[in-house]
């Protein structure tokens, strides 16, 4: 059992930087774990993830080259590094840990989630 928390949201101007953290309980260093977003009216989608061992990541072409996932398996805690935020980065970011399975693309594939944490990003 995989207890999550987000933090870290808030409003930022475009072009800002928030840093999301997701702390979680259990055993995580043997989770894969993904960010996920839901905008309004919108469906959740994939972000980024991380595995377990921090070798490999993955990010959703909408936020390669500005987002960076990180985590630090001592303290139990993935992070989310977004940097020149956009207005349609506006969002519930929605933390996720993953068991088994390979395609961290796909929400399926997560076993836990978070309650979100809502960014907003003004123009």
């Known amino acids: 059992q995989v207890q999550l928390v987000e933090s870290g949201g808030g409003l930022v101007q475009a072009g800002g930087s928030l840093r999301l953290s997701c702390a979680a309980s259990g055993r995580f260093s043997r989770y894969a774990m993904g960010w996920f977003r839901q905008a309004p009216g919108k469906e959740r989608e994939f972000a980024a993830a991380i595995g377990w061992s921090s070798s490999t990541t993955y990010y959703a072409d909408s936020v390669k080259g500005r987002f960076t996932i990180s985590r630090d398996n001592a303290k139990n805690t993935v992070y989310l590094q977004m940097n020149s935020l956009k207005p349609e980065d506006t969002a519930v970011y929605y933390c996720?840990?993953?068991?088994?399975?390979?395609?961290?693309?796909?929400?399926?594939?997560?076993?836990?989630w978070g309650q979100g944490t809502q960014v907003t990003v003004s123009s």
């Open positions: 996720a840990a993953a068991y088994q399975g390979s395609n961290y693309y796909n929400s399926n594939v997560y076993d836990y």
